[in-house]
């Protein structure tokens, strides 16, 4: 079974400050997700990566497979920004069917203060 | 983008009554929906895999009889907590899976439901 570490668990920051949220695992996958879930509760998906590096606005995920870790950067962060951001993997050799084949991190919860 | 709607968002019960959540694909169809449990400062963690028109697929430690699934529609799934009890307590969400795209580029989840059982 995959673990899925954050860091850091969490982080304070003040608005227009650079932010990165580590993830490391421990096995090989097919693919990463980063979610933000909302101060309610609801999750949206932010990347999905399986090399490289993708951008989003002010979003930035880069991953790197050999070291079997994920970045994600937040720049000008702003107070809305704030939210518990997670990590999730899915497991090499996942067929599709069944169950989603998804290890959560715990997440890491990010405040940003105007 | 595709969206997903779940019902109550905040439900307060007393101990052994039964509590039905409902998740609904508004935009697209969802052959399957996964349901999760998060208990504050932890992870998701999946409890079942709900496929439309069969029988719901739990996780190990998972009781079937206790968290009933339905999936009658390629829109709708619930989720029944039967005789809830303060230790079900927890933060339910669920996520669905486009049935046409059936992609995993993203994942679409529900807004949640916060069960508190007195």
């Known amino acids: 079974k995959n673990e899925v570490e954050q860091s850091p668990q969490n982080l304070t920051a003040q608005e227009g400050e650079f932010i990165t949220i580590n993830c490391s695992y421990s096995v090989g996958i097919s693919a990463l997700h980063w979610l933000q879930q909302h101060p309610g509760g609801g999750i949206v998906s932010l990347f999905m990566l399986s090399s490289g590096k993708k951008k989003h606005g002010r979003l930035i995920a880069t991953i790197n497979i050999q070291e079997k870790h994920s970045s994600l950067h937040i720049t000008a962060s702003h107070p809305r920004d704030s939210a518990v951001y997670i990590c999730?993997?899915?497991?090499?050799?996942?067929?599709?069917?069944?169950?989603?084949?998804?290890?959560f991190g715990k997440g890491t919860h990010l405040i940003i203060q105007p | 983008g595709a969206v997903v709607s779940q019902h109550p968002s905040r439900v307060i019960c007393k101990s052994g009554t039964s509590v039905k959540i409902e998740c609904r694909s508004l935009?697209?169809?969802?052959?399957?929906m996964f349901w999760y449990r998060q208990f504050p400062k932890q992870s998701l963690m999946l409890m079942a895999t709900?496929?439309?028109?069969?029988?719901?697929?739990?996780e190990q430690g998972v009781e079937k009889d206790k968290f009933l699934i339905n999936h009658a529609s390629l829109t709708l799934s619930t989720l029944t907590v039967t005789s809830a009890h303060p230790e079900d307590s927890s933060f339910y969400i669920c996520s669905a899976r486009d049935r046409v795209r059936n992609i995993y580029e993203k994942l679409f989840f529900g807004s949640g439901t916060q069960l508190s059982v007195l």
């Open positions: 709900s496929n439309e028109g069969s029988k719901a697929t739990y």
């Open positions: 999730a993997v899915r497991g090499r050799g996942y067929s599709g069917g069944g169950a989603d084949g998804l290890t």
């Open positions: 935009d697209f169809q969802a052959t399957t």
